[in-house]
T-cell receptor, first 115, second 111 residues
Framework: DAGVIQSPRHEVTEMGQEVTLRCKPISGHNSLFWYRQTMMRGLELLIYFNNNVPIDDSGMPEDRFSAKMPNASFSTLKIQPSEPRDSAVYFC?????????????FGPGTRLTVT | TQLLEQSPQFLSIQEGENLTVYCNSSSVFSSLQWYRQEPGEGPVLLVTVVTGGEVKKLKRLTFQFGDARKDSSLHITAAQPGDTGLYLCAGAQAAGNKLTFGGGTRVLVKP
């Protein structure tokens, strides 16, 4: 059974460019989470969805970041315009809302470098 | 915001030694999870503990949830180089399915 799928695995872009990260959650999971990980700040939750609806976006750093989940099997995180301080590894994770222990399953991440 | 603090931040030991990683909070969690992350990969779930005082064993790894469900520990017996990685604890609140992650403990087991 496939796990969480993220693409691309690596992205290098110039400051000011638009970046779109993609995620396919585990089939049957109805919660999806976007995280950012850096050495300085660790793993930070950006936004999460339940049943394709955004529930908490308080972790989204600013208006340059946006996330969508048009259906149960796909989500995007967009940064426009990108800045060097956005360089990080971005993870997508999924889980089942009805699991009261809330285990999350992570994708392999997208390493973003903004020059 | 509920915080989970992990200690130590970094641990370097020789193969065969034991180690313990701690995860502490002033808040109560309905469940607590431990993840291990290897370089270039996402965190992988190791275990979930739910009941205060619960102890779970996974081969050489022993996980304990504090009686008050505010803290947890991970003990590795006879560590091996394959145990090297970033260990993260994460707590779930009773309401909602958001996890609060600790800052992580980076473990290096030298052969």
């Amino acid at each position: 059974d496939a796990g969480v799928i993220q693409s691309p695995r690596h992205e290098v872009t110039e400051m000011g460019q638009e970046v779109t990260l993609r995620c396919k959650p585990i089939s049957g999971h109805n919660s999806l989470f976007w995280y950012r990980q850096t050495m300085m700040r660790g793993l930070e939750l950006l936004i999460y969805f339940n049943n394709n609806v955004p529930i908490d976006d308080s972790g989204m750093p600013e208006d340059r970041f946006s996330a969508k989940m048009p259906n149960a099997s796909f989500s995007t995180l967009k940064i426009q315009p990108s800045e060097p301080r956005d360089s990080a590894v971005y993870f997508c994770a999924s889980s089942q809302v009805r699991s009261f222990t809330y285990e999350q399953y992570f994708g392999p991440g997208t390493r973003l470098t903004v020059t | 915001t509920q915080l989970l603090e992990q200690s130590p931040q970094f641990l370097s030991i020789q193969e065969g030694e034991n180690l313990t990683v701690y995860c502490n909070s002033s808040s109560v969690f309905s469940s607590l999870q431990w993840y291990r992350q290897e370089p270039g990969e996402g965190p992988v779930l190791l275990v979930t503990v739910v009941t205060g005082g619960e102890v779970k064993k996974l081969k050489r790894l022993t996980f304990q949830f504090g009686d008050a469900r505010k803290d947890s520990s991970l003990h590795i017996t006879a560590a091996q180089p394959g145990d090297t990685g970033l260990y993260l604890c994460a707590g779930a609140q009773a309401a909602g399915n958001k996890l609060t992650f600790g800052g992580g403990t980076r473990v290096l087991v030298k052969p």
